[in-house]
């Protein structure tokens, strides 16, 4: 028992309750409070006697140091952003500043709000003319208007839940407020369409981080590597890939031209309609295999509780292949509605073979096994998870049924290689793009021509790989946390004394954490109080 895990869990019951007050979209006040949050706990921490800790107290203290050292990080970059998307929209802190006084209950008077709410009107109304494609040609960058657009979109709502606290039971506020709210929410509208009309839809875009930022990042996750580093591991990843792909296609009769293997495989594909039958099917067959083969315990609610679930149009832009959320395995494939060209792109994307080779990763013994496991032992821990292990257990498991000969023929092969190319590839665009190397088409170029993807799934996946939803470590996470993995697994199983089985199940008893902490706890070392990432897994 960790002597730290009482002080995780408060940590984390009042992180949570601090975030639902505080989630006022694009507010200085919230970002603050947060700062001084981390702060205060990085207090407290320091005040604990780290020499009485055993292998799991140690284990904890780094990862509640390291993760509040991550918050503190995360609250300079939104700080640096909004005031990029501030200089957009220079309203947009009087505009917020009215919800944060509803939430700190400010004894608002009407005629003063309304004067208030007549006054950002003024400025919403100047923003929306210098925004206008016709009236200027003067433009932001293609991120802050992202961004702007991003905020617009937030702040439309948050002004309709402002009025409609006050409005329905004081009158006279609605008296004073009804023809300024108006106007604002009517020049809100002039804003995001002026907006709207110099970003294209289709277009990708994006906002690189920059080399200090992204070695930050890579430090925060206990990887003792610079970005160059992880570039040339996916690199040497690829090379192996590849040489694996040409032996395949001159046994499936294509010589050295692994693409047209890759094509004859993306032509078998089930009918419209039937994708899901052959997603189960092929859920139940890895299950069945890991219990054949004594690979990791799964626990019999584990392997009753999932189903599967469609993703619509919409969302196939940003996820065109299968994933996983909320005890769901989601399946791409063509809806109605999608023209010929995007139908026939998504039926060979997800193939019988493409899909085989990663339904397992997505499911058992992937992320519905892992979270499942997670939610049951240190969930206390759930605080610090981390890309690394989440996708690179993942991984683990598409490299390990690899060695197994998980393949049923050279037709699954090209399958699992194909998804091994697309990780590694994935390493390369993502740090070289956050360096500033390497443009969102270029990227889309890149997966096209190095690992076959069809164009729209490309641009999908790029979509993804720029975009605020994941940080900026997230698409190397899959290979460089599965290398982490195979380096484990080499000590503890190959070199070592644990069975299969006895290793997978005390890695997913360890909670989502960075590997290399994971590693000290399962090999029970006691850690330094100053202890850096120091383990070299990409030997």
Known sequence: ?????????????????????????????????????????????????FEGLGVDGRVDYHLLQNHLDGELANREVEESRLTEVTEVLPFLPDLV?????????????????GRRLGEIAVRVAQTAEALDPEESSASPSLPRLERARQALEAVLPLLKSWRTHYAGYRPEFDWWLRAPYRKVRKGLKSCLKAVKARLDDDQLVGDPIGRPAL????????????????IAMGERQMAWCTERMLEVSRELGCGDDWKAALEKVKDRHEPLGRQHELVEDLAREAIEYVDEHVLVTVDALCRETWTIDMIDQEGQKRLPFLGYGGQKILVSYPTRGMDLEAAQMAVRANNEHFTRAVTHHELIPGHHLQIYMAQRHRAYRQVFRTPFLSEGWCLHWELLLWDRGFARGPEDRVGMLFWLMHRCARIGVSLRFHLGEMSPDEMVDHLVEQVGHERDAARSEVRRYIGDAYGPLYQCAYMIGALQMRALYRELVTEGELGDRDFHDAVLR???????????????????????????FGG
């Open 1 to 49: 028992m960790s002597e730290l895990r009482s002080m995780i869990e408060r940590y984390s019951q009042d992180k949570e309750a601090l975030e639902r007050f505080y989630d006022v979209p694009h507010s200085r006040v919230s970002i603050d409070r947060r700062r001084s949050f981390a702060e205060s706990w990085g207090e407290a921490l320091s005040e604990l006697g």
């Open 97 to 113: 500043r009215l919800e944060e006084d509803r939430r700190a209950m400010a004894r608002l008077g009407s005629e003063e709000t």
């Open 215 to 230: 070695e930050r990042a890579i430090g925060h996750q206990y990887i003792p590597y610079g970005p160059e580093d992880l």
């Open 510 to 536: 360890q909670g989502p954490i960075p590997i290399e902490l994971l590693r000290a706890g399962l090999r029970r070392e006691l850690l330094a109080p100053d202890h850096r990432a120091s383990w070299e």
